[in-house]
T-cell receptor
Framework: GAGVSQSPSNKVTEKGKDVELRCDPI?????LYWYRQSLGQGLEFLIY????????KSGLPSDRFSAERTGGSVSTLTIQRTQQEDSAVYLC?????????????FGEGSRLTVL | DAKTTQPNSMESNEEEPVHLPCNHS???????IHWYRQLPSQGPEYVIH???SNVNNRMASLAIAEDRKSSTLILHRATLRDAAVYYC?????????????FGPGTRLSVLP
């Protein structure tokens, strides 16, 4: 596809369950970002990938959160033992690379609701 | 982290110009100023970016102060579709790469 694709678009889960959120960046984009947006709030940075490596994981809120990226393309954000405070929209963005000065391209987000 | 400060909200009338301010007094010499906007129930979208000189594109203009400690996003003629949250962001360089730090943004309301 032409843009950043995220799935699922909506996920409802029970407290304590694990969830996986997927991000398909724009083809050829080497940089990939995950953000979280709680209701009515701004964007909270979670993690940044350059290729398959994550030089900045500083935003991951706890060790229940992890992310990986394979083949320099698809990324998966995993939340283990979900809690109600994890409910938010999880946004993924990609960018051509470290040397560019251009923009981030965002997906539509995955809305997570933890009951 | 380099931070930006924006008003929480602003209002404009349709078809009038809108000036959205942003303060970034801790900006470093290599930091680019980016603006994004987020329409309801959508992911953010890029609007414009600049380094030192003023910039124009089809969506907006960006005016950057001479000392680079502030900037203003200018929508020349607001439409109802421009109602959104506008984020002013510094593209921060660090050893770990280039994460974009988003503040709370300015919620722009456009009145018909």
């Amino acid at each position: 596809g032409a843009g950043v694709s995220q799935s699922p678009s909506n996920k409802v889960t029970e407290k304590g369950k694990d969830v996986e959120l997927r991000c398909d960046p724009i083809s050829g984009h080497t940089a990939l970002y995950w953000y979280r947006q709680s209701l009515g709030q701004g964007l909270e940075f979670l993690i940044y990938f350059q290729g398959n490596s994550a030089p900045d994981k500083s935003g991951l809120p706890s060790d229940r959160f992890s992310a990986e990226r394979t083949g320099g393309s698809v990324s998966t954000l995993t939340i283990q033992r979900t809690q109600q405070e994890d409910s938010a929209v999880y946004l993924c963005a990609s960018s051509p690379g470290t040397r560019n000065t251009g923009e981030l391209f965002f997906g539509e987000g995955s809305r997570l609701t933890v009951l | 982290d380099a931070k930006t400060t924006q008003p929480n909200s602003m209002e404009s009338n349709e078809e009038e110009p809108v000036h959205l301010p942003c303060n970034h007094s801790t900006i470093s010499g290599t930091d680019y100023i980016h603006w994004y906007r987020q329409l309801p129930s959508q992911g953010p979208e890029y609007v414009i970016h600049g380094l030192t000189s003023n910039v124009n594109n089809r969506m907006a203009s960006l005016a950057i102060a001479e000392d680079r400690k502030s900037s203003t996003l200018i929508l020349h003629r607001a439409t109802l579709r421009d109602a959104a949250v506008y984020y002013c962001i510094l593209r921060v360089r660090g050893n770990y790469g280039q994460n974009f730090v988003f503040g709370p943004g300015t919620r722009l309301s456009v009145l018909p």
